[in-house]
């Protein structure tokens, strides 16, 4: 079972970046697609994006263009990139992997 921990979350203006992790533990990401969801107060949690094991990207229309998840798999981490950033993606960013969640991190945009 795959354990996954999330980091790299914070504060920021819009328009601004942010990079979260997410670390894995108990086994190989190579071996799994990844993914990436957030959940904002009162919402529901949403896809933003994943990753296949050959490295294929998907994405949430609502973030094409302007996130980017990438794997390192000799690091057995994934990230999310994300470049001008909006109030409205103020939510916490969970990791996926197997079945298996991380705890999340919060991420805050400021207007």
């Known amino acids: 079972q795959v354990q996954l921990v999330e980091s790299g979350g914070g504060l920021v203006q819009a328009g601004g970046s942010l990079r979260v992790s997410c670390a894995a533990s108990g086994s190989f990401i190579s071996r799994y697609s990844m993914g990436w969801f957030r959940q904002a107060p009162g919402k529901e949690r949403e896809f933003v994006a994943s990753?296949?094991?050959?490295?294929?990207?998907s994405y949430a229309d609502s973030v094409k263009g302007r996130f980017t998840i990438f794997r390192d798999n000799a690091k057995n981490t994934v990230y999310l990139q994300m470049n001008s950033l909006k109030p409205e993606d103020t939510a916490v960013y969970y990791c996926t992997a197997s079945r298996s969640w991380g705890r999340g991190t919060q991420v805050t945009v400021s207007s």
């Open positions: 990753i296949t094991r050959s490295a294929d990207a």
